[in-house]
């Protein structure tokens, strides 16, 4: 599998997290949860930096970063111009790390366990592609959902 296909998709998808993000009409409706709906738009968005920061970042890029879970989906408030950096940040990060990415290291084994059976680098990182763009439908309907 070719990196660059990689680093392309989530670059595509980092880049409309953000345009999601800033298309909210108020800020403080980014972080509006109503009824089942558990997880605001910005806690989602907390949530997809910390993961790709975590796994690719940290795991694979060898950066200094610390996740903090708990924040993602507790945090509030933070707002929108720091979100947006955040997700430049992170455009920055995964693209740097996938470059350090070989066929070799797509083969072998990705060294935490996250789901119940181990799994290579290259399936897992095919797998937080596609959970950020499931996240990313989230946050694309409850902006259109709560966003008034």
């Given at each position: ?104 290291m797509l083969a072998s084994e990705y060294p935490i366990q996250v789901f ?33």
């Open positions: 599998m070719p990196i660059t296909t990689l680093q392309q998709l989530y670059k595509r998808d980092l880049t409309r997290l953000k345009t999601e993000i800033t298309s909210y009409t108020k800020e403080e409706n980014l972080w509006i949860i109503d009824g089942t709906i558990a997880n605001s738009g910005g806690n989602l968005c907390l949530h997809l930096l910390g993961n790709l920061n975590a796994f690719i970042g940290a795991k694979m890029g060898n950066t200094n970063y610390v996740r903090d879970r708990a924040f993602e989906f507790a945090g509030k408030d933070v707002p929108v111009a720091t979100l947006v950096q955040q997700i430049d940040e992170t455009i920055h990060v995964v693209h740097e790390a996938l470059t350090l990415v070989d066929q070799e119940k059976e181990k799994m290579t680098y290259e399936f897992f990182l095919i797998h937080l592609s596609s959970h950020l763009t499931y996240h990313l439908g989230q946050i694309n309907y409850h902006r259109r959902l709560l966003d008034k």
